[in-house]
């Protein structure tokens, strides 16, 4: 696992970071339809075929450690009904500026959505570690932020640059495409509520199929 996260580093090194999403090929800067995911995602972490054919959504399960090194789960997702993860880089302007407001965003979230933060270019050493804690207390960043870990290797690598954003619900399933680049407050506040109307459309669908198995 060590030299995998080694040669991820090197990857988002090598790749950098983008400072608006759709200036890269396959992201998408709008919500899309409910089943639709990005084409930047792996065949593992995209919504797969079914063998008949059927469309089946990708559930994110993990088990990684904060930046205090306190190990969190998927039962985070169960904190709100739309989780905002966003894979962010020590060394990536765009990241670090949209922090700011991803703070302020954070704190007016409530129980309707929460933001995770990935800092995906940690390599294990301290002073990497102690960059990062400083660069959420400079930008006051104050929600979660994960260590890389093998379990977020689906959202690590959908992407070769940064920041690169997914929206998952209650129970980790992916909803929507994931965002390419750094988006302002507004931005991602519309973002966010067309997620949330998406699991709203979706949580009304599962509702009806129940009812008319039921029946």
């Known amino acids: 696992m060590k030299k995998s996260l ?3 580093l090197a990857l988002l090194m090598l790749s950098g970071c983008g400072n608006s999403a759709g200036t890269t090929p396959n992201t998408d800067s709008s919500a899309p339809s ?3 995911t990005d084409d930047t995602q792996s065949n593992d972490s995209a919504a797969s075929e079914s063998s008949d054919g059927s469309a089946e959504t990708f559930q994110l399960t993990f088990t ?3 930046l205090d090194g306190n ?3 998927q039962s ?3 904190n709100a009904k739309l989780t905002m993860m966003n894979i962010w880089a020590t060394f990536c302007g765009p990241c670090i500026n949209e922090m700011p407001e991803l703070g302020e965003l954070a704190a007016e979230g409530g129980t309707d959505y929460q933001i995770i933060g990935v ?3 940690l390599n294990g050493t301290e002073d990497m570690l102690e960059d990062a804690k400083e660069i959420v207390s400079q930008t006051k960043a104050n929600y979660l932020h994960l260590q890389p870990a093998e379990d977020l290797y689906p959202v690590l690598t959908a992407s070769s640059s940064v920041p690169v954003t997914f929206f998952f619900d209650s129970e980790g399933k992916l909803v929507g495409k994931g965002i390419l680049g750094a988006q302002d407050k507004d931005t991602w506040s519309q973002v966010i509520s067309e997620r949330l109307e998406m699991v709203k459309a979706d949580e009304t669908t599962s509702a009806e199929d129940s009812t008319n198995d039921a029946a």
């Open 6 to 8: 080694i040669l991820l």
């Open 34 to 36: 409910s089943n639709q």
């Open 64 to 66: 990684a450690k904060d």
């Open 71 to 73: 190990e969190v789960d």
């Open 76 to 78: 985070v997702f169960a």
């Open 119 to 121: 800092c995906a270019d």
